[in-house]
Each structure stands twice: as C-alpha cells, then as structure tokens.
C-alpha cells in the first residue's frame, strides 16, 4: 500500500538565487591592473557562512559569496549561523563574539592579496563541516565601483503546440501571474502584482558583483548578486534600486492590481459557446495591459490567449478520464471549473512519500485553541493558530507551544490577503500536521489533514474537502469509466466525493467548514481515519532513507519581506516585533479590529 500523491509537496522556499552569467573579472593591484585579471568562480554552495555589513556595500549580514571582491583597507565580518553549543573555529579570521544567532569573526584588509575565511563547525552527526569565503581586495579609489543601468526581463508567454493543454496548464498553474512587462520610458517600467521579474546590472570591477545590494523602496533586500528575481504583492510605485551610493542605479516598476468583474468564483462557465471574461485594474487604467491565458486540461479552449479588458473564449469537450478542468487567468487572476473524477488505480512513485517524509520534521497530531492575525512590515499579515493536546506520532517534538504562522489576514490598509493554497484552519478542529524541516517563509505546514465525523465514522479530510481515502476499488469502474462523480457511490476511490466546504467565509473566519449535501457514512466507507492513516505512514517509512529528521522552525525566514519574493536559503528563528490583531469581527464597521 502507499501514500496518496496528494502527500506530495516540494519546498515552496527553496529556490536557487539568480545571479549574472559574465564572468567575474577582479584587479588584484593597481599596478596589474590590465594583467592580473581572472575569473572567479560563482559558487552559492555557503549556507550558514554569512558575510556582514560591507562599508560602503551591503548593510547587513548576508550569505556569503565562495568568492568575491572586496574594498582594500576595510574590516569584514562573517557569521556563522549555528546554535551556541556546537564546535566550531575560524581560520583566516579571529572570533570578536559568539551568542545565540552564532559566532561572528573579522579580519581587516589592508594590503593587497586574496586572503580566505573559513569556518568549521561540527554537526548532529559528529562530522566537522567546513565553508569558506576568498577575497580579493581592491582599490575602489584607483578602480572605483561602477554599475550599468539595471535591465529588466520577464518570461515570455510560449504555447507548445504539440502539446497547447499541458503547457497552458503549466502556466496557469505556477506561482506567479501571466502578466506582460512593459516599458513606459526610461528606466520606468508596469506589470501587475506576483509577477516574477528579472533585475540585472552589469558591474565594473565585475568581482565585485557578489556583493551588490539591492533594494525595494529603499529597503535591502535579502540577497546579493549583479542579478536578482523579484515580485512585488501591492499595487503603487516602486523604486528598484542597487549598488553602493555614489553609485547607485534605480528604476521605477508600477504595479497593479487585476479583478474579474463578469465571474465570480463558483459561477458556471458553459461549455460549447462563447464566454466572455471581464476584469478591471486598481488602480484603473492599465486594463489595455492585461494579458489572458485560457486552459483545459481535456478538450480545447479557442483562442488560448488574448490582452486588453475582456476576453472572448470557447472551451470545448472538457471531460475525460479523470473528469473535467478548465479556466482562465488574466495576469495573476484566475478562475476555473474543476469536477473530479476517479482515477484508474495505478502505482505510486516510491519517491512521492519519500519526499515528503524527508522534508518532514515531525508528524504531529493537534487541537486548535486559538487563532488570531498579527501584521510585521517585513513578515506582512500572519494567521497564528495555537495548536493544544499536541501529541508526537513521528519525528521530533516541537517547542512548546506549537504555533503556525501562514502567510494569510488582514492589512492595514483594510484588504486582505488570503492564499489559497496555503493550509487553512477551524477553531477546535484536530489536525494531523507534516511540519517542515526546511527553511519556509508562507507556511511550515507540508500537509494538513483535519478529522471530522460522517454520522459515526471518524474521517479524515484535507484541504481540499475530499476524505482521504486509501485506495480505488474495482467496484468503482464499470466497462473501465469511471463512476459519475455525483452519485452516492459507498467505496468512492481516492477523493471522489467532496465531504467538506472550502474557502474563506469572512463572517465567521475561524469557524468549522459545513459538511457538503447527501454526505453520509456510506459516501466515506473507505476512507482512511487517525488509526489507519497513521499504521499507513509508519510503514511507509522503513523504506524510506531519510524520514522526519531535523528540526521545526516555527518563524518564517526573516530575510525575506513578505510582499518581495526574492530568493534566500537560510533560515532565522528569532521573532521580530509585530503588531496584534485580533482576528474578530468588529459589529459596528464589518472590519477585523487591531488590538489595543
């Protein structure tokens, strides 16, 4: 028996930073300037090795390039960010403190000559670990710092023809929008909200552009390099900036925002006819920006893509074997048609659990107590949930207590963001929760399954609404197609019914979903319960190499800023100050109140 591949999640935060393709080129001497230039290596394999504030270059502790220029006559510190207790000793450096954010050392460059810091630490394992970092000083007063004006590029919209279902589905379904890049003038650019753009400079001395800042309206950002992807989530002006002062470069990227206006979510989109699809831009304006995708998964959508404020489309002969998906996106919106069908039974990817087995710190079983909004300008609008009674099926026990802070609630503005595919959670509903050992920034929850009872039966449900079921059963096809999803059908293979409501009800947030129509303990004979599910993962794990090891974290990563999505690898668990709301309606303005 296996897993269901609904257990199946790859990092959201492990994304592999962006930096230029040139070689980087470095004066080692005055004197040799035009003779003694070399490429270095552009390694990112450091990831605990910080490099600290650089004057004149970077403001903060950032990681630390393998190899990179540096100012000739400054001091350079480095951090190695291991808990206080482990081994460790620097070479190249001397050690000025040590605390609970790790140790940091320093060394001063006044003289020429490529010096190397390494820091070597030793692990759980008992295994001694080295990373390290080689500068090159410069003369930044004979060869001073110089940076091109930043290009800026996003994808292109390209639909495979010999395949338009798939790769039209690959765009609708990535994390970022389908928007357009457009130049309004000089150094001035607009596309919509999440949208992935890239930012790019050339950098003379280029060994210098490891450790180029840069900045979203005036604030550092959380990696270095001559290139960087970004997104931004509000919609206003943005100034893009980079390099040290007397050198500085910036651009300017508006943003907007894009809401459908002729569909709501849950209206019927027919099959067979032309549809047309509106939406509008806040700020207004930018409606001629809009770029649209159209995809179904079975059928054909005519025509694929359209710009401009509406949009016209026919989807045709969308069901197949495993029911029927279709929909459209306009730049970062996006609607869909979605009824399931079973699937043929078929055999799982050993891989699948494995992988969510070696992400995992712990498989724990918890009661919500509390759940309440907080707002940081860096970490944005957080969904607390305070988790009671926790118990420890696999893994390592968090601290106490366990608390999951999504990315989800209220802005102070007054709009609200609400991710729909992260985990969302009832008041006094029990979970079983696949925490993360990785570094995360939206959520530390791989999966959430809550328990509810049909009638007398405990079920357990994900997040999608469906009972999680074990296996399809050969009574659920008949002549080889699948069962009308509909019926009442009592041994409904994996997820043929939807059990439970989905969505955010924002009169009562916080309150336990409603169980779907004709839903009764023969709708979830097979469905798995707390018992079954959890026999089921233990022994799946014994064929796993790596199962729920390291640990949880239970603070996103404080590198990142919750409305810039731009890449980092480490993670910080100490809080930062944030402000309290507190998660209830207010009966005299409809809005949920900040705390006093």
């Not at 609970?100 to 390494?118: F, K, M, N, Q, W």
């Not at 495993?322 to 079973?342: E, F, I, M, N, T």
């Not at 920034?441 to 009872?453: G, H, I």
């Not at 405990?458 to 999803?485: C, M, S, Y």
Request: proline fraction near 9%.
């Amino acid at each position: 028996m296996t897993l269901d591949k609904r257990l199946r999640r790859r990092p959201l935060e492990m994304l592999v930073p962006v930096l230029s393709a040139s070689a980087l080129l470095v004066s080692a001497a005055p004197a040799a300037a035009q003779s003694a230039t070399r490429p270095l290596r552009l390694d990112l394999s450091n990831q605990r090795l910080q490099i600290g504030p650089v004057e004149g270059l970077t403001s903060d502790f950032r990681p630390a390039p393998v190899e990179t220029a540096v100012p000739l006559g400054v001091a350079v510190r480095f951090r190695l960010r291991v808990p206080q207790s482990v081994p460790l000793r620097w070479t190249g450096a001397t050690e000025v403190w040590r605390d609970a954010g790790g140790s940091v050392a320093e060394l001063r460059l006044d003289a020429p000559g490529p010096r190397t810091i390494t820091a070597h630490y030793q692990g759980a394992d008992g295994r001694w670990t080295e990373e390290s970092s080689r500068l090159h000083p410069v003369d930044t007063v004979a060869f001073p710092i110089s940076l091109s004006p930043i290009r800026l590029a996003a994808d292109e919209i390209e639909i495979d023809p010999g395949d338009p279902n798939r790769s039209t589905m690959g765009y609708y379904f990535r994390r970022d929008g389908v928007a357009r890049l457009s130049r309004v003038a000089e150094n001035h650019f607009r596309t919509s909200i999440n949208r992935w753009i890239r930012f790019e400079v050339d950098v003379q001395p280029a060994g210098f552009a490891p450790l180029i800042e840069w900045r979203l309206d005036g604030r550092p950002q959380s990696h270095l390099g001559a290139a960087v992807q970004m997104a931004v989530f509000t919609a206003r002006r943005h100034a893009v900036s980079a390099g040290p002062e007397d050198a500085e470069q910036t651009v300017l990227l508006d943003t907007y925002m894009v809401r459908l206006t002729s569909h709501r979510r849950g209206d019927e989109i027919p099959e067979g006819v032309p549809v047309l699809f509106e939406a509008v831009t806040e700020p207004p304006g930018h409606e001629e920006d809009i770029t649209w995708l159209a995809s179904t998964k079975y059928g054909t959508a005519v025509p694929f893509l359209g710009q401009g404020p509406s949009f016209e489309v026919t989807f045709s002969d969308t069901a197949g074997a495993q029911g029927q998906w279709y929909g459209v996106r306009a730049d970062h919106a996006a609607l869909a048609q979605d009824s399931k069908r079973p699937p043929p039974p078929t055999s799982v990817d050993e891989d699948d659990a494995c992988s969510l087995f070696e992400q995992s710190a712990a498989l724990v079983e918890g009661t919500v107590d509390r759940i309440r909004y907080t707002f940081d300008e860096r970490r944005g609008p957080r969904e607390e949930i305070t988790f009671r009674g926790v118990t420890v099926h696999l893994g390592t026990e968090p601290f106490p207590p366990l608390v999951v802070r999504t990315l989800r609630g209220p802005l102070p503005d007054g709009s609200f963001l609400d991710p729909t595919e992260q985990p969302r959670f009832v008041r006094g509903a029990t979970y079983l929760l696949f925490l993360r050992n990785t570094s995360w920034f939206y959520t530390p929850v791989l999966e959430a399954l809550r328990v509810e009872r049909v009638a007398s039966r405990e079920v357990l449900i994900d997040q999608q609404g469906f009972a999680v079921n074990p296996r399809p059963t050969a009574a659920a096809f008949t002549q080889g197609e699948p069962v009308n999803p509909d019926s009442a059908f009592a041994t409904a293979p994996l997820r043929l019914r939807r059990i439970s409501e989905v969505g955010l009800n924002f009169d009562a947030p916080f309150a336990r979903p409603s169980l779907t129509p004709r839903v009764d303990e023969s709708t979830v004979e097979n469905a798995h319960d707390r018992a079954s599910f959890l026999a089921l993962v233990t022994a799946e794990t014994a064929r796993c190499d790596e199962s729920f090891a390291g640990r949880f974290s239970p603070w996103p990563d404080p590198l990142r800023v919750w409305d810039v999505l731009d890449e980092d690898l480490l993670a910080d668990p100490r809080p930062v100050h944030t402000d309290v709301l507190c998660g209830e309606t207010d009966p005299a303005t409809g809005q949920i109140r900040i705390c006093n």
